[in-house]
């Protein structure tokens, strides 16, 4: 069974860093394209970053400049380190990856930026 599982999230207080990391069990697949997207209270879940095997990245504008996602391909795993936080970044976010012909998710992580 693929399970995606998400760690590293909890309260910072703005301007302040974190690293997500989550990875990938049970596949018979290698990960494709890897990725995390988020969703605060109230809204719609939205992208963050994604990057594909061969390590090219893209991102959210919103996080431009401040998040940078990586991975290792030898552990599965996928990473985000977000620095200069901001109280608008606070929610749950979710990594996912590209497994054969389908996506997997983890069930999230929370992210709290205090001001």
């Known amino acids: 069974q693929v399970q995606l599982v998400e760690s590293g999230g909890g309260l910072v207080q703005a301007g302040g860093p974190l690293r997500l990391s989550c990875v990938v069990s049970?596949?018979?697949?290698?990960?494709?394209?890897m990725g995390w997207y988020r969703q605060a209270p109230g809204k719609q879940r939205e992208f963050v970053a994604r990057i594909t095997p061969d390590g090219r990245s893209n991102y959210a504008d919103s996080v431009k400049g401040r998040f940078t996602i990586s991975r290792d391909n030898t552990k599965n795993m996928v990473y985000l380190q977000m620095n200069s936080l901001k109280p608008e970044d606070t929610a749950v976010y979710y990594c996912y990856a590209s497994l054969g012909l389908m996506e997997s998710w983890g069930k999230g992580t929370l992210v709290t930026v205090s001001s």
């Open positions: 049970g596949s018979i697949f290698s990960p494709n394209a």
